[in-house]
């Protein structure tokens, strides 16, 4: 069965919030600064919190949330936004349930007034920077140093950036409303 569009949570929502979180930490420990066994200790106000932190979509099949992205606030100036936690289960990577996510988060933030949408990767990971290009986001060259919960040494990341606001030195996306 194909997965559902994704949606986004609400505060009622938290269980399924810590569910796919904690599938994405033990997936894929050195993708997050987080840690599993640090929030698998966390209780429901820890959640609900996270919930009205940001804006947290996902992607269901057959009542199982299989992927998780996330819409926040970040940058230096006044509507500057952040995709962030982004994690699809393994087998459903290649998917476009990726993509549908991102593009989501990328509509909704387009909706709230964002101007400008940060989405950090690890210089290193092809795939996050593939994903990031082919929505649009452009490498900057501010970049910042990360200890990932399932690393040993830290990593780089860098910022890739997507206006979604008329902006004369750039081209057009096609993609944002």
């Known amino acids: 069965m194909d997965a559902r569009p994704a949606r986004m949570l609400t505060d009622a929502d938290w269980e399924i919030l810590r569910t796919v979180r904690l599938a994405a930490f033990r997936d894929s420990p050195e993708s997050f600064v987080a840690g599993y066994d640090e929030e698998a200790q966390q209780d429901e106000q820890f959640w609900r919190d996270r919930l009205r932190r940001s804006r947290w979509f996902v992607a269901e099949r057959e009542g199982e949330a299989i992927a998780v992205v996330a819409l926040g606030t970040e940058g230096q100036e006044p509507g500057d936004g952040e995709i962030f936690g982004l994690w699809v289960s393994p087998e459903d990577r290649r998917s476009r349930l990726g993509w549908d996510l991102v593009r989501t988060a990328v509509n909704q933030a ?33 970049r910042r140093t990360v200890r990932t919960a399932g690393a040993e040494t830290d990593t780089v990341e860098i910022a890739m950036v997507l206006t979604l606001t008329p902006d004369p030195m750039s081209v057009v996306n096609p993609e944002v409303p």
């Open 110 to 142: 387009a909706v709230d007034g964002h101007s400008r949408l940060y989405f950090w990767v690890v210089s290193d990971n092809g795939p996050a920077v593939a994903l990031a290009s082919v929505l649009g986001f452009r490498p900057t060259a501010e």
